[in-house]
């Protein structure tokens, strides 16, 4: 009988190293998507990845390995999606189906920022957790009435809230507390650094971009030099081209001689790796503030490699961001 005990405390021990593994492996897959998420919708990652570990049995559910749902979402008479049937509260129950996981992130997080019975979530702070997870289930996100010590156990025992940190730019990813309880630099946490913008040719000698003159200047040319030469004060060169305190080019650019445009050519600019915001501007001709107005932005944020920015209008939304670090 000792025997036996001891064998069945060694099976459960080796359960449950199992299962802590996928849990760890679910997080440092999707912590990312948590993140941007927040960044776009207010869903604190820490909830979002809370929920996914429990809806999903750390991604090895039925249904998010047939579906990529991976937070329970029912198709409701109002999606229009593709659907896939699954057994849950009743037999066969129709559930929503995604391209991708980041279709799935995308959608909770619309799901909750979009509907009215969750309007209260975001009065609260998102790094509270605990008042979140309550919320959740008040607003009857889920039938289990243990549903918030679920999610607040997860939390607290992966240190997801972490993650919330992150996104609000109150900790560093370096700072990150692994998920599991260990701490490392850099550890468990994608650091892009971005590449340099895409090399595009101009013409020599004075031109027109959205029909605003401009010149491409090398790094190291005097702004005072270019000033001068093209009989303009250098107060106002500086201003035309959102530069502060620099007396030499620290990198080629265009260089505008007249203030630019308070909308763009053209109507959208779809970002590309290794361009920055003040690169998008002077590319498109476009006043920074106009940029950052039309899409919910701040000079320091920057938005993710492939997301469309509006140039001519107010963008509904703001576009998903890069975690960006080491940004030169």
């Not at 002077?282 to 107005?293: F, H, I, T, Y």
């Not at 919910?296 to 703001?318: I, N």
Request: charge should be neutral; aromatic fraction near 8%.
């Amino acid at each position: 009988m000792k025997r036996l005990l001891m064998g069945l405390t060694l099976l459960a021990s080796h359960w449950l190293q199992a299962q802590n593994s996928d849990v760890v492996k679910y997080i440092d897959t999707y912590k990312e998507l948590a993140i941007r998420e927040m960044q776009r919708s207010g869903v604190p990652a820490s909830i979002t990845l809370a929920q996914g570990v429990h809806e999903t049995m750390a991604g090895k559910s039925v249904l998010v390995l047939k579906s990529n749902n991976h937070f329970g979402i029912k198709c409701k008479s109002s999606w229009t999606g593709d659907k896939v049937y699954h057994d849950d509260d009743a037999r066969g129950e129709c559930f929503r189906s995604y391209p991708s996981a980041a279709d799935s992130y995308a959608d909770h997080s619309d799901f909750l920022k979009n509907s009215a019975r969750y309007a209260a979530l975001f009065q609260l702070d998102p790094t509270d957790y605990k008042e979140w997870a309550y919320g959740l289930k008040k607003a009857g996100y889920a039938t289990n009435n243990r549903y918030p010590e679920i999610l607040i156990r997860l939390v607290e025992e992966y240190k997801l809230n972490d993650y919330t940190l992150i996104a609000m730019g109150t900790t560093k990813p370096s700072d990150e507390a692994l998920a599991g309880g260990n701490t490392s630099s850099n550890a468990g946490m994608a650091v892009i650094d971005l590449p340099p913008a895409p090399a595009v040719s101009y013409p020599a000698g004075e031109f027109k971009i959205n029909n605003t003159r401009v010149v491409y200047v090398k790094a190291g040319t005097s702004l005072l030099s270019v000033a001068a030469q093209f009989d303009i004060s250098l107060g106002r060169l500086l201003d035309f081209n959102d530069i502060r305190n620099e007396d030499v080019l620290i990198q080629d650019q265009l260089l505008y001689l007249q203030r630019k445009r308070k909308a763009g050519e053209k109507e959208f600019h779809q970002v590309q790796a290794g361009e920055t915001l003040y690169g998008i501007c002077q590319a498109e001709g476009l006043r920074l503030e106009s940029l950052l107005k039309y899409n919910h932005l701040r000079e320091d944020q920057q938005p993710a490699v492939g997301e469309k920015l509006y140039l001519q209008s107010h963008a509904p939304e703001r576009p998903r961001l890069e975690l960006v670090i080491n940004k030169k």
